[in-house]
């Protein structure tokens, strides 16, 4: 596997499902190739699953140059991790939208790249209102690389996965000083996750089949936390072929339950008609979830946690 690079590409977001009167945002950070989340079948779960799960929520994408964050110096990485959340915040700055609550699914070097954004959006005057505001960041086969040989060895592998495997490596001194600046992501991200102004849970899955890109220790967010294992690849981890998949449901099991402390705890609202113009469909047989505009005959919402 392998990077195409697009010089003309740009950092920008895409809604997936957009929402005039939700009640949280739920935001998806790809991996190596912009369209992470499609399965060969052509099954987008963010866009055709999660709406019927999630009917309260607006579905958003942010998409970014990849080739401009991995092995192009530190100074890229900020610029586009900066540029994530300025695009993030644009669509947040009415009233209505400034303080909900968010949640972040990222899937491999997304991962690395969320983290940072939210470290320095803490930092920045104009960004940090957004860190209250988030509620959970899972992570699909997201790297944290330390330093040290491990740490060497780690960012090693994880370059013949990103620029493939024929591709010659870099030199261990030029290595080093990307680890260098790689391995301090982890750990701003671990002290803003237990400072004061945070309030998110994180959740870390890694891959147990195929080539281990991403192992339970690389997918470590912290000393403290427990990654779980999904048994697939660590391209699967972000692609599911239908909903019946167990891993999927143990993916959803993690979204549901946030998204659940978040009603509990904005409580009962009046439901104002549905607002929806999402572009996906709710169709077939396991479509359980509330969906929009649906008379529940009372004023609390509960979000869709069935098959």
């Given at each position: 596997?392998?990077?195409?690079?697009?010089?003309?590409?740009?950092?920008?977001?895409?809604?997936?499902?957009?929402?005039?009167?939700?009640?949280?945002?739920?935001?998806?950070?790809?991996?190596?190739?912009?369209?992470?989340?499609?399965?060969?079948?052509?099954?987008?779960?963010?866009?055709?699953?999660?709406?019927?799960?999630?009917?309260?929520?607006?579905?958003?994408?942010?998409?970014?140059?990849?080739?401009?964050?991995?092995?192009?110096?530190?100074?890229?990485?900020?610029?586009?991790?900066?540029?994530?959340?300025?695009?993030?915040?644009?669509?947040?700055?009415?009233?209505?939208?400034?303080?909900?609550?968010?949640?972040?699914?990222?899937?491999?070097?997304?991962?690395?790249?969320?983290?940072?954004?939210?470290?320095?959006?803490?930092?920045?005057?104009?960004?940090?209102?957004?860190?209250?505001?988030?509620?959970?960041?899972?992570?699909?086969?997201?790297?944290?690389?330390?330093?040290?040989?491990?740490?060497?060895?780690?960012?090693?592998?994880?370059?013949?996965?990103?620029?493939?495997?024929?591709?010659?490596?870099?030199?261990?001194?030029?290595?080093?000083?990307?680890?260098?600046?790689?391995?301090?992501?982890?750990?701003?991200?671990?002290?803003?996750?237990?400072?004061s102004e945070s309030k998110f849970e994180v959740k870390s899955f890694y891959a147990?089949?195929?080539?281990?890109?991403?192992?339970?220790?690389?997918?470590?967010?912290?000393?403290?936390?427990?990654?779980?294992?999904?048994?697939?690849?660590?391209?699967?981890?972000?692609?599911?072929?239908?909903?019946?998949?167990?891993?999927?449901?143990?993916?959803?099991?993690?979204?549901?339950?946030?998204?659940?402390?978040?009603?509990?705890?904005?409580?009962?609202?009046?439901?104002?008609?549905?607002?929806?113009?999402?572009?996906?469909?709710?169709?077939?047989?396991?479509?359980?979830?509330?969906?929009?505009?649906?008379?529940?005959?009372?004023?609390?919402?509960?979000?869709?946690?069935g098959k």
């Amino acid at each position: 596997m392998s990077v195409t690079v697009d010089p003309k590409k740009k950092v920008t977001v895409e809604l997936l499902r957009d929402l005039a009167d939700a009640k949280v945002d739920i935001v998806f950070v790809h991996g190596l190739h912009d369209d992470t989340w499609k399965a060969e079948n052509g099954f987008c779960w963010p866009e055709t699953l999660l709406p019927a799960k999630a009917p309260h929520a607006r579905i958003l994408s942010l998409k970014y140059p990849v080739d401009s964050v991995f092995f192009n110096g530190e100074g890229n990485l900020l610029r586009t991790s900066s540029r994530l959340i300025n695009k993030l915040t644009d669509l947040r700055k009415d009233e209505q939208s400034k303080s909900r609550p968010a949640i972040f699914v990222a899937h491999c070097l997304g991962g690395m790249v969320l983290e940072n954004a939210l470290v320095n959006a803490s930092k920045d005057d104009e960004q940090k209102a957004l860190i209250p505001c988030v509620r959970g960041v899972l992570l699909l086969g997201s790297p944290h690389f330390a330093a040290g040989a491990e740490g060497l060895k780690a960012v090693k592998n994880y370059y013949r996965y990103f620029r493939g495997a024929d591709a010659s490596v870099p030199n261990d001194d030029d290595l080093r000083e990307e680890l260098q600046h790689l391995a301090t992501i982890p750990q701003a991200f671990q002290a803003l996750q237990t400072s004061s102004e945070s309030k998110f849970e994180v959740k870390s899955f890694y891959a147990s089949e195929g080539d281990v890109i991403v192992g339970k220790t690389l997918a470590k967010w912290s000393e403290k936390s427990s990654p779980q294992s999904l048994g697939r690849s660590h391209l699967q981890l972000s692609q599911y072929e239908d909903e019946s998949d167990d891993d999927l449901e143990d993916v959803l099991r993690i979204l549901i339950r946030w998204l659940s402390q978040i009603d509990q705890a904005s409580g009962p609202r009046e439901q104002t008609g549905s607002g929806d113009v999402s572009n996906a469909t709710f169709s077939g047989s396991h479509n359980s979830g509330m969906q929009l505009g649906q008379n529940t005959g009372n004023s609390t919402f509960s979000w869709g946690n069935g098959k």
